[in-house]
């Protein structure tokens, strides 16, 4: 978990989403170098600066992702077995040339910037997007089906298949992710298809790695405590909530996370 701490330490900036994934997928892959991978990427990120040349249009720069990823690598969204562990672990990823949304966007997002273009991974609701281009002249990519622009009629059916009819777009459903946000949407939804599955364990140990590269999320302590709780460890499940209040400011979240901890007390005395 060194690594994973590592990633803790750095400025989200800093932070080489693909190389990340990759490192946190390797903790699945003892002993599996991550070297033909990073050249593999390595080589995409070339082949993108030769087709993506003369692109300086944000719509000119998306038609170059999805030439290079999605025409010459082969690189698709999983429609067969979607909720496959594999399309969220990004060695598997790149093996399989299949992915989820989220997976499939962070190779684009990363070879996009390492060319010195703008690529933001989005917050999109049920089904992750890739934004070329200033928030002014946004281009929207779905790296999941070809790496296809997305039309506004287009975003706003995806949306309404998500979360219902009346829904219209804002930019809440647009707005951005930092490096380690990303990251986190990565695992979590390792994670949840885990515990659904019946593997706590395994849903633990997403949530350990999530809370080691991203402490400063609650989301991910409240999650590690409560399953630190359905594996009988009250110990670590409150000093996962004390974790948990270093990097909580809101009143409410405050309380409630003092209201689990006199439990907890309670509980064990």
Aim: aromatic content about 4%; charged content about 25%.
């Amino acid at each position: 978990m060194e690594d994973i701490a590592a990633l803790g330490l750095l400025e989200d900036e800093s932070i080489e989403l693909d190389s990340a994934a990759l490192q946190i997928a390797q903790l699945d892959h003892p002993g599996v170098s991550l070297d033909p991978y990073l050249d593999l990427l390595g080589t995409i990120t070339d082949r993108l600066a030769v087709v993506g040349a003369d692109a300086t249009a944000p719509r000119d720069r998306a038609a170059a992702l999805a030439l290079v990823f999605s025409d010459e690598y082969g690189f698709r969204g999983d429609r067969q077995t979607y909720d496959d562990p594999e399309n969220a672990d990004l060695i598997r990823v790149v093996d399989r040339r299949r992915g989820l949304p989220v997976s499939l966007a962070i190779l684009y997002a990363a070879a996009a910037r390492r060319v010195g273009w703008e690529a933001d991974v989005l917050n999109t609701p049920g089904h992750v997007l890739l934004r070329v281009g200033s928030d002014t002249e946004p281009v929207l990519v779905d790296a999941f089906n070809g790496g296809g622009v997305l039309s506004s009629e287009q975003l706003a059916a995806l949306l309404r298949g998500v979360l219902g009819p009346e829904v219209r777009p804002t930019n809440e459903h647009l707005a951005p992710m930092t490096n380690r946000q990303v990251l986190v949407r990565l695992l979590l939804n390792q994670a949840t298809r885990a515990e659904a599955g019946g593997k706590p364990g395994r849903a633990l140990e997403l949530y350990r790695r999530i809370t080691g590269f991203a402490p400063s999320g609650g989301h991910g302590w409240w999650e590690r405590a409560r399953l630190e709780l359905v594996h009988g460890d009250v110990a670590a499940a409150r000093s996962s909530l004390s974790a948990m209040l270093e990097v909580t400011r809101d009143p409410a979240m405050r309380a409630h996370i003092f209201a689990a901890l006199d439990a907890l007390s309670e509980a064990g005395s």
